[in-house]
């Protein structure tokens, strides 16, 4: 029997088959040579999907919010890919993978896709494969993608990368909303949730958080950042927050969407970039060994880099590059 053809899964994926979609996603996740090749014939459709991602701190019911979400989003019809990141062990480099344990019930909805993704070497609260694998499932007809990040706390910037929207979900009970917020997350979030807003504090909470968006973001010219009180066990806030999801949705088509997408895009070629070509100097072009020798003969490790760096750009003729 031979292997699947990119091209074989390629036609499969348009044709709504769900192994197709699934295969893909797992060769974006394992660098499997034949996925470039897949997404680039259907690439002209990717771009139709609405991306929102979920972040925040662990235990802050990322999974049940998300759930309830998509519960709703299919009440009005509208279908769903769910992709939750979960992390990996850095001993085994294997990961439980439980959040799509949390969405059983969405998991036999013929309109829903769910995804679950080890984090991998990822530190930025989403897995490497995480913008390929919405690709896939924008390019599938799914019309509303939900990331679910790991819950690093304020380390998770890169969902940014992957997503249209930003949610960033608390609960009053895991210390100081506002120390947990300072580091970065408040400036990435387009909408806040309090979530369990029946506990203890939750008022505190997002009054807190009113006060900082109030003092740290009062320019006209951003997006005024809503919190939404939401209890997700019970449903209650849902509806707003999708109404606030869809405010902030017109807010962007309003500023050129498709130009804001382009400039990820291109953040994303730029990385990938670095990857594979700091990848074929180190090992195929012997700088790591070169770097390992100038070390031992005690040279400064920014000098190296310099040296190196020198070296690589000698070698690169800017005219090949203008006429390519």
């Known amino acids: 029997m031979s292997a699947p053809t ?12 769900r192994g197709a979609l699934a295969r893909m996603i797992s060769w974006a996740e394992n660098g499997d040579e034949r996925f470039g090749p897949a997404l680039d014939l259907v690439y002209n459709r990717v771009g139709r999907a609405a991306r929102t991602g979920f972040t925040g701190p662990p235990g802050a019911g990322k999974s049940t919010l998300v759930n309830e979400v998509a519960k709703a989003l299919r009440q009005d ?23 799509r344990i949390r969405m059983e019930d969405r998991a036999l909805d013929p309109g829903v896709f769910i995804r679950s993704m080890a984090s991998r070497e990822s530190r930025g609260g989403i897995a490497a494969a995480t913008v390929d694998a919405c690709d896939v499932m924008d390019a599938f007809g799914l019309g509303q993608i939900l990331i679910e990040t790991v819950g690093v706390g304020q380390a998770e910037y890169d969902v940014v990368s992957a997503a249209d929207t930003v949610v960033v979900v608390l609960c009053p009970g895991a210390g100081d909303g506002i120390q947990a917020m300072k580091a970065g997350l408040l400036e990435v979030a387009d909408i806040l949730v309090v979530n369990k807003s029946d506990l203890s504090g939750a008022d505190r909470l997002e009054s807190d958080l009113v006060e900082a968006l109030h003092v740290r973001f009062g320019r006209e010219s951003s997006f005024p950042v809503p919190v939404v009180s939401v209890s997700a066990a019970s449903g209650k806030g849902v509806s707003e ?19 804001l997408r382009l400039e990820k895009r291109l953040q994303r070629v730029r990385a990938a970039l670095d990857s594979a070509v700091s990848s074929a100097l180190w090992t195929r072009l012997g700088f790591g060994a070169r770097a390992r020798a100038q070390l031992e003969q005690g040279l400064a490790p920014h000098r190296i880099a310099h040296d190196l760096s020198a070296r690589a750009l000698a070698s690169i003729s800017p005219q090949d590059l203008r006429t390519s």
């Open 241 to 259: 927050l999708l109404a606030s999801m869809a405010t902030h949705k017109a807010w962007l088509a309003e500023r050129d969407l498709p130009a």
């Open 77 to 99: 019809q509208q279908t769903v890919g769910i992709l939750a990141v979960d992390p990996s062990s850095p001993f085994s480099g294997g990961a439980l993978l439980g959040d």
């Open 6 to 17: 990119a091209a074989g899964f390629s036609e499969r994926l348009l044709q709504g088959d």
